[in-house]
């Protein structure tokens, strides 16, 4: 019985003495810290667990990106199709074919109009979106390739469009005979090379337009433009 009221008397000699030099509550605040350190590394623990799942299905997403690519490069190796007959998004998508799902007839209408009244750029989209979604359309005859043409190249910002559309022209199309827009289609397909930085392919052009179309009206256009790069790059002009 002694040594039970000893040990309850020391033991509240103790907490009486931890009080007064402030022990306990120093014991009380590591408690808490060492908490709050073991909940922050779950935490962590979890957001890395998180973490290691994104990573991973980036990973497959990229695989995925990387696998389309390569099938779409040899498709469009097989069939001949060039970049800009591939959609392609731009900045600003006037069109949003995905959302609207315009029937060819819808959008050679809106292209239309926007040719008409000078919207090069919205022409541009509009045209370009139906010879990527339905190349084989009817409506695609020489004259709406031709504006399809004209709108990439005096949009200023498609060039690439206006080379592809004047290309396909000229294909189903091989001569002035086949199609009164065979010369321009020609004209602008050296301009639009030359925007995009092949001055030879124009200088090419050029030489055929003095040889064959000395006299005509996209010769003395295009000889505009060939003063100031005959020299650099043809000094044998014939």
């Given at each position: 019985?002694?040594?039970?009221?000893?040990?309850?008397?020391?033991?509240?000699?103790?907490?009486?003495?931890?009080?007064?030099?402030?022990?306990?509550?120093?014991?009380?605040?590591?408690?808490?810290?060492?908490?709050?350190?073991?909940?922050?590394?779950?935490?962590?623990?979890?957001?890395?667990?998180?973490?290691?799942?994104?990573?991973?299905?980036?990973?497959?997403?990229?695989?995925?990106?990387?696998?389309?690519?390569?099938?779409?490069?040899?498709?469009?190796?097989?069939?001949?199709?060039?970049?800009?007959?591939?959609?392609?998004?731009?900045?600003?998508?006037?069109?949003?074919?995905?959302?609207?799902?315009?029937?060819?007839?819808?959008?050679?209408?809106?292209?239309?109009?926007?040719?008409?009244?000078?919207?090069?750029?919205?022409?541009?989209?509009?045209?370009?979106?139906l010879t990527v979604h339905y190349p084989k359309s009817e409506l695609l005859n020489d004259e709406v390739l031709f504006e399809s043409g004209?709108?990439?190249?005096?949009?200023?910002?498609?060039?690439?469009?206006?080379?592809?559309?004047?290309?396909?022209?000229?294909?189903?199309?091989?001569?002035?005979?086949?199609?009164?827009?065979?010369?321009?289609?020609?004209?602008?397909?050296?301009?639009?090379?030359?925007?995009?930085?092949?001055?030879?392919?124009?200088?090419?052009?050029?030489?055929?337009?003095?040889?064959?179309?000395?006299?005509?009206?996209?010769?003395?256009?295009?000889?505009?433009?060939?003063?100031?790069?005959?020299?650099?790059?043809d000094k044998k002009r014939k």
């Amino acid at each position: 019985m002694k040594e039970l009221t000893l040990f309850c008397v020391l033991t509240l000699g103790f907490v009486y003495t931890a009080g007064e030099f402030g022990l306990w509550k120093s014991f009380h605040q590591k408690a808490e810290t060492v908490h709050r350190y073991e909940y922050r590394s779950l935490e962590l623990a979890k957001q890395v667990r998180q973490l290691k799942i994104e990573n991973s299905n980036l990973k497959t997403q990229i695989s995925t990106l990387k696998a389309q690519k390569q099938h779409l490069e040899m498709n469009m190796g097989r069939s001949g199709r060039t970049v800009a007959s591939v959609y392609q998004p731009v900045k600003n998508d006037l069109v949003q074919f995905e959302l609207y799902r315009w029937t060819e007839g819808k959008l050679l209408g809106v292209a239309q109009q926007a040719f008409h009244f000078k919207k090069w750029e919205k022409a541009a989209q509009y045209y370009n979106a139906l010879t990527v979604h339905y190349p084989k359309s009817e409506l695609l005859n020489d004259e709406v390739l031709f504006e399809s043409g004209i709108a990439a190249y005096e949009s200023k910002q498609h060039y690439d469009w206006s080379k592809a559309h004047f290309k396909t022209l000229i294909s189903k199309y091989p001569s002035k005979k086949k199609s009164k827009y065979f010369r321009g289609a020609k004209l602008f397909l050296a301009l639009s090379n030359f925007y995009l930085g092949d001055q030879e392919k124009f200088i090419a052009t050029v030489n055929e337009f003095h040889k064959k179309y000395r006299n005509s009206q996209e010769y003395a256009l295009l000889s505009k433009y060939y003063n100031d790069l005959a020299l650099k790059y043809d000094k044998k002009r014939k």
